[in-house]
């Protein structure tokens, strides 16, 4: 009888060894394309092979001894029997006589397949700065990124994303085949690239995590597995690169954003918003790793990024005990710092809420309305919205209720379109 647990031990194998494998097989066939094919067919094998035979001793040595297999293979289809075959064979100790399939024995063959440290920690480095290279579209980089360096399915991705699978699907192939036309190099970039480089990686992980902790479409407002594959993608990153502060600065801002996600929905679901949540059901152990990675960040950096200064804003919240008693002018003064360091509109919105905050509605209804005359966030609901609340707190009921109107109208998400619906409600 198969073993019921071998499809369940292939899955936690995968999303725990899955960039470690793709990792090593591009190194050693020096084509990151042909290194996650050849990935997924070892997968595919296994998930035949080991319900039916059991799982190997060494599971992640057994999937990478298939994927090298396949690599043979894949050179002899090519008619490659070239320096590069010779020095694969050689390595597997095959003497050319590989036959394509995973040992008899799934134990056997495998246990001098041996990760070096440091070698992994290069791999899947390299990895990251592949999946997010600035010459694919920020679809691909997140598609590619959950895929390769997170182990997700496309099907899993499509269902995160709410996308069909075919088109993530789509968004791999083309990325891959962009970065084989591109001749990209599977190798961690030069110290004269690599802070640039970083900036993609970092972008693309706080993308995953944004979609996760305010889901843009859909019944859910938190979408907690994707959201916590960020925070494990940045996890990673700080040790593979201990020495970069922003990385610290992003791995805190997702960890005490995400210490508030227990008191932000609900019994039914329904978004709680920050005056209203019970700071009790906050994620104390995140708000600690939370606050130490931003004191890292402060210790190894000269000065905080972007990310840092926005995780030195949930660090306001994470250690107020009521919004009353959160300091507004700390956060006020933040905005402003991150502001002229990475302006963008929804900045200035959250500075305009901050100010509301410290000084009260008067103060901050200019800064939303600069940014409604400049047409900033044209298809967001979030400038409609918190414009809306400033009306209706200085007394103008009908501009309040046009705004929450429009900010219904552009709202995808289920559970905030409710929210939103509660507020014109109110307003008679």
């Known amino acids: 009888m198969a073993n019921p647990t071998g499809r369940e031990a292939v899955a936690a194998v995968w999303r725990i060894e899955s960039a470690r494998i793709v990792g090593a097989l591009a190194r050693y066939t020096g084509d990151f394309a042909l290194a996650e094919d050849l990935a997924q067919e070892a997968l595919a094998e296994a998930l035949v092979t080991w319900p039916r035979e059991g799982v190997p001793r060494n599971p992640a040595g057994w999937l990478l001894t298939v994927g090298r297999r396949r ?104 990325a891959k085949k962009t970065l084989g036309a591109e001749r990209v190099p599977f190798a961690v970039p030069s110290a004269a690239e690599r802070t640039e480089r970083l900036g993609s990686v970092l972008s693309v992980i706080y993308l995953i995590f944004t979609e996760g902790s305010s889901a843009s479409s859909g019944s859910d407002l938190i979408r907690l597995d994707l959201a916590r594959e960020a925070q494990r993608l940045a996890r990673v990153l700080t040790r593979l690169v201990p020495d970069e502060p922003e990385v610290f600065g992003l791995l805190a801002l997702l960890e005490l954003t995400a210490a508030r996600f227990p008191a932000r929905t609900g019994p039914d679901g329904e978004p709680v918003l920050l005056e209203h949540q019970d700071r009790r059901r906050w994620d104390r152990a995140a708000i600690r790793r939370g606050r130490a990675a931003l004191a890292r960040a402060e210790r190894i950096g000269r000065g905080l990024g972007a990310y840092g200064l926005q995780a030195a804003i949930a660090e306001c919240h994470a250690v107020a005990a009521s919004v009353e008693e959160t300091n507004w002018e700390r956060i006020v003064l933040r905005y402003e710092a ?36 400049a047409r900033a966030l044209p298809n967001s609901h979030l400038l409609p919205s918190v414009r809306g609340e400033l009306l209706t707190r200085l007394g103008h009921i009908d501009q309040a209720r046009t705004e929450l109107r429009l900010a219904l109208q552009l709202c995808g998400n289920e559970r905030e379109r409710a929210v939103l619906e509660r507020k014109l409600a109110d307003l008679g």
């Open 71 to 174: 690599a043979i293979d894949a050179f002899r289809r090519r008619s490659a029997l070239d320096e590069r075959y010779a020095a694969l064979a050689h390595d597997l100790g095959e003497g050319g006589a590989a036959s394509g399939r995973p040992p008899a024995d799934p134990a056997r063959d495998t246990e001098d397949v041996l990760w070096d440290p440091d070698q992994i920690d290069d791999d899947v480095l390299a990895l990251m700065f592949i999946a997010c290279h600035p010459l694919l579209s920020r679809e691909a980089r997140v598609a590619l990124t959950l895929r390769v360096v997170g182990g997700l399915t496309s099907d899993e991705i499509a269902k995160a994303f709410l996308t069909p699978t075919a088109t993530v699907q789509a968004r791999i192939t083309r």
């Open 338 to 373: 991150l502001g002229r360091l990475a302006p963008s509109p929804v900045v200035d919105l959250n500075r305009a809420v901050a100010v509301c905050m410290a000084r009260g509605p008067a103060a901050a209804l200019p800064i939303v309305d600069e940014l409604a005359a």
